[in-house]
Each structure stands twice: as C-alpha cells, then as structure tokens.
C-alpha cells in the first residue's frame, strides 16, 4: 500500500510538472524570476490547485496571498497569446457552470438582480474614485485621447453621432449605469432620455445627475419598458442577458424602435464560443454573466433585425481597465476601512486579468448598430 501510495504521488508530481512546462514555460513566465511578468511563489500548492481547480484556483489563490506579480496585465497577455487556457484543467466548476447556462435561464428576471446586488450596487464613492468625471463604467475610446476622461467623452460622442442623433428625438438607454451617456446625449443633442437599470445605486446617483436635463431615470427592467422610441442604447449590459436570451433581448428592442430608428449595441465579446463564464468571474464579480461571440449575436438578430455596421476597437479596453486600476490604487486609502485587503487583491487582479485579456485579443470590444427591416434611411457608418 505505501509503494503503491508513493507511485500515486510520484505520477501526480510529473503531471503537475508537466502542467507547469505546458503552461508557464510556454508563456514566457518564469516562477520568481525578476521580470515584471513573473510569478512570485509563496505558497508550493499553487499548482496543484490550479491543476484541480482551473481558474477559480487560480483567482482564489492569489486573493488568499499565495502568489504575486507586479504586473498582473502582461502576465495574462502572455498566459493568453500562448493560448494556454486550452492546457488547463477541465474541472468540475467549468462544467457545472456549462450546465447552467445550457439548461438554465441565468439571467431571468428573479436572477437578473443578483448581479446589480453584487457588483453595481458597491458605494456610489467607490466608483466615482475610480471612473470617469462623468462615471462611465465602459471601453473608452483612445484614437485620439491622451486621459480616461477625454476617452470617455470621445466614445460617448461616437455613439451619438452612430446613432443620427437630433434635437427633439427619444432615446432609451438599456442599463444606464449612472447616467453619464443619458446626461451627454440630452446636454449635446438635445433628445430626450429615458434611462433603465435593475440597480438601486445606479438610479439614485443618476436621478440628481440628470435632475436638470430632460432625462428620465427608472429602477426598471428593460423587459417591463413598453414604449417606442426614435433610437435605442445599450452600453455594457448585453453582457448580463445570457444566451438564452438574446434572441428575446433583439425581439424586445424591436418593439421598442420605432420603424425608421437605429440601436447601437455596445458590447464585450469573445473571439469564439464558449459554454460557460469563468468560475471565478462568475463567482466574485458579475454572477450569471456571459460573454457572447459573434455567432449569438448573428443567431440573436437573424430575421429579426439588419445590421449596418460593426465596429471593433477592443484593444482600447486595455488601455481603460488600466487607468481605472490606477484610480483605484490611487484611492484605496478611502476606502481600507470599509473593505478588507482581500477586497483589493480581488479587483486588482479583475481589472487587470482583463486588461491582459483584451490586449492579447482574447476577448473584443464591439459596437453594433442594427436597424429594423423597415428602415428606409441609408445608413453611413461612423468612426
């Protein structure tokens, strides 16, 4: 028994040595090695828990202080050109995560707000600390910007001009965060706004910042709205409709533009299909959501609605995630009372897995202006 032992873990040894030359040694990374992309190894379990566990492990173990890394967003730009996620353990979170979103809605209305409860309904000041001056929780656009405010403004206006904006229309705003693209568009277009979200913070804040614009804001599911409007917005929030229901969140804005109107679909998206979110994203910062690819977004929209244009500018939510890391670094001080030394090394590592992510092109950042069938306007694509 004890030989037999002894093998057992003599085989799980090579497997994990194995694990670490396909994966580690792959990408360019070197365990306590001295460039800013290596891992700094505090605890010898780390692979054997990330073997078992995947990425979950992975994200768990470095909130707990078993690893660091003074840059987290190039080690994951490695980790994911060298296309080693493929090489990591298919484990037991991933599958039931998979189930779930297959046979389960995710994102039904009594689940919709578990993400709002979690991550949006945080301290209003712990984002205003973070953000923006104007609180937009989104990809900037960086073309021609030098700081995250003028990326924001540059991307808010991109939006506007995509959508044909004029003075006198109606636009609605599918999960409107804090107000910032409602604000905007009522102060330099002249439209009148109606603003949705599911989250009590977000509408509170964007009520008084929008209380001297013509901008409603309501604590409201998108699915509960039954007006039409001239044009129609959705910044970041496809991202939380799950994939079975897509095609009913296409169907819903259909019904809500009117016959000659534009929607712009701002969204993340993932560079090819997969069954499940990640465990640990899923698990400690957006519950139930779920990345699309191009194929449900297709899927979603066929004989439903036309699309006009497509536009890809996801390198430039590298550059976003890490100026918001830098806010957030920058302003932790107010905030160490409140939330614990766990709390930092959660976001810390979130904002900058994803920033590695994005610049390795991983995952995109998609702009999408769709118009119904009945649309007789021209549309000219906008940049």
């Not at 800013?36 to 979950?56: A, C, M, S, W």
């Not at 109606?194 to 001297?212: F, N």
């Not at 699309?292 to 590298?318: L, R």
């Amino acid at each position: 028994m004890r030989r037999k032992n002894e093998k057992h873990r003599s085989t799980v040894m090579i497997r994990y040595d194995r694990f670490i030359k396909d994966v580690i040694d792959k990408a360019g990374i070197t365990i306590n090695g001295d460039q800013p992309h290596d891992i700094q190894l505090h605890n010898e379990d780390l692979f054997k828990r990330v073997f078992y566990q995947g990425t979950l492990g992975l994200g768990e173990s470095y909130m707990e202080k078993e690893w660091d890394c003074d840059r987290l967003d190039i080690l994951f730009e490695k980790i994911l050109r060298a296309r080693t996620e493929k090489r990591v353990h298919f484990n037991f979170s991933v599958a039931m995560l998979a189930v779930g979103h297959i046979f389960t809605n995710m994102q039904s209305m009594a689940r919709a707000s578990q993400v709002a409860e979690v991550h949006y309904d945080l301290s209003n000041d712990f984002y205003k600390s973070m953000l923006d001056q104007r609180m937009i929780y989104s990809c900037g656009y960086w073309k021609t910007a030098t700081n995250l405010d003028q990326a924001q403004e540059d991307k808010l206006d991109l939006i506007c001009r995509k959508l044909e904006l004029s003075e006198g229309q109606t636009l609605l705003d599918i999960g409107c965060g804090w107000g910032g693209l409602a604000r905007f568009a009522a102060e330099k277009y002249g439209v009148r706004v109606t603003g949705v979200t599911i989250s009590k913070e977000q509408a509170a804040l964007a009520k008084e910042y929008c209380k001297d614009y013509d901008v409603e804001i309501r604590l409201q599911d998108y699915r509960d709205v039954t007006e039409r409007f001239d044009k129609v917005v959705s910044v970041g929030m496809f991202e939380h409709v799950g994939v079975r229901n897509y095609r009913t969140y296409i169907r819903k804005v259909a019904e809500l533009l009117e016959d000659d109107g534009l929607f712009l679909l701002h969204t993340i998206g993932h560079r090819y299909r997969t069954w499940s979110a990640d465990p640990w994203v899923n698990k400690y910062i957006f519950p139930n959501g779920k990345i699309p690819y191009i194929g449900h977004v297709g899927k979603a929209i066929n004989g439903i609605m036309i699309m006009d244009d497509w536009h890809n500018f996801g390198p430039y939510y590298a550059d976003t995630l890490v100026a918001w890391h830098e806010n957030f670094a920058a302003n932790w001080s107010k905030f160490s009372d409140q939330y614990d030394e766990n709390f930092y090394r959660m976001w810390e590592y979130y904002l900058l897995c994803f920033a590695g992510a994005f610049r390795a092109r991983h995952m995109q950042l998609w702009q999408i202006v769709l118009s119904r069938p009945s649309r007789k306007s021209i549309y000219h694509s906008i940049r």
